[in-house]
C-alpha cells in the first residue's frame, strides 16, 4: 500500500493524460449516423428481373455538436460479392479476332454502386477523396489484386470497370441519395438482373464543409430460393449426378423432339 502510494506521484502526470484525451475525445464527438435497409435479403426466383434495396438514413448530433456552414453530403457504397476476373485483349488478325494478352484480377466487385447527393467534387476535398477511392474513378485504379503480373495493369482495370459499367454492374450518380430534410436522406440501390447472389456490403459516408465525418456499414443478401436454388445446390455439391441429368434430359428433349415432328 505505502509502495503504491509512492509511484502515485510518478503515475499522476500519465493519470492526467489519459483523463485529458477522454474528455477532448468527448468533445470531439460530433455526428453520427444511423442507417436502415427496407430488406436485408432480396430473393431470385424463377421470373425475377432485377430488384430495389431502399437505404433510409439519419444524421443523429449529441450535445457537442457544432454548427456547420455547409449542408450535410452523403455518400452510399455498394460493393457485390467479390470474384476473380481475367481481362483478355482481342486482337485483329485479317478477318479473324482473338485473344492476346490478359491479365487476371482476385478480389473484384462483381457488383459496385457509388451513390452521392452531390458530385464528388463538391463533397470532399481533392486528397480526401484520393484517400477515400470514391467512385469510378478511384476503382479504376485501385480495383482488384493482380494475379498474373503483366505490363499494364492500369490499362486493364480501367477495361474492367467500363466493361462492368456497360453490362450495368457498375454504376455511378451524384443524384443517387436524396435529403427529404436537413438531416434525413434516402437511396434507392437498383440491382439489375444480372446481379449475382452472395452478399452485398452497404457503406454510407457522411460528409459537411469538405470533411467526413461519420461512417456506417450494414449489408444485405441477394439469395436464390425455390427450384432455382435446389438446381444450383445440386449444380455444386454434386456436379456428377447434374451433369448426368443434364445430358439424359437433352437425349430425351431430342428423341421427344423427333417423335413429334417425325414425317410418315
Known sequence: MIRSLALLPALLPAL????????????????????????????????????????????????????????YQAAVIVRGPMQTVTVRLR????????????????????????????????????????????GLDGLGRDIGDTVARGGREATFRE??????????????????????????????????????????EVEVMLFADGSLLAVDRTNFELVKIGFEQRITALAENQSLVYGLGTAGTAIFLGWLASVVFRRD
Open 159 to 200: 477495361a474492367l470497370v467500363r466493361l462492368k459499367r456497360r453490362l450495368g454492374l457498375y454504376v455511378e450518380s451524384d443524384r443517387g441519395v436524396t435529403f427529404m430534410t436537413p438531416e434525413i436522406f434516402r437511396s434507392a440501390i437498383v440491382l439489375p438482373a444480372d446481379s449475382p447472389p452472395g452478399n452485398y
Open 91 to 134: 486482337e485483329e488478325r485479317g478477318f479473324l479476332w482473338i485473344n492476346g494478352e490478359q491479365q487476371k484480377f482476385a478480389n473484384v466487385p462483381a457488383f459496385y454502386a457509388a451513390l452521392t447527393s452531390a458530385p464528388l467534387d463538391e463533397i470532399a476535398a481533392p486528397a480526401l477523396r484520393d484517400r477515400l477511392a470514391v
Open 16 to 71: 492526467l493524460l489519459v483523463l485529458a484525451s477522454a474528455v477532448l475525445g468527448t468533445g470531439a464527438r460530433a455526428e453520427s449516423l444511423v442507417t436502415s435497409l427496407s430488406s436485408h435479403q432480396v430473393a431470385i426466383t424463377s421470373n425475377y428481373t432485377g430488384s430495389q434495396v431502399v437505404l433510409f438514413g439519419a444524421v443523429r448530433r449529441d450535445a457537442q455538436t457544432i454548427s456547420r456552414t455547409g449542408p
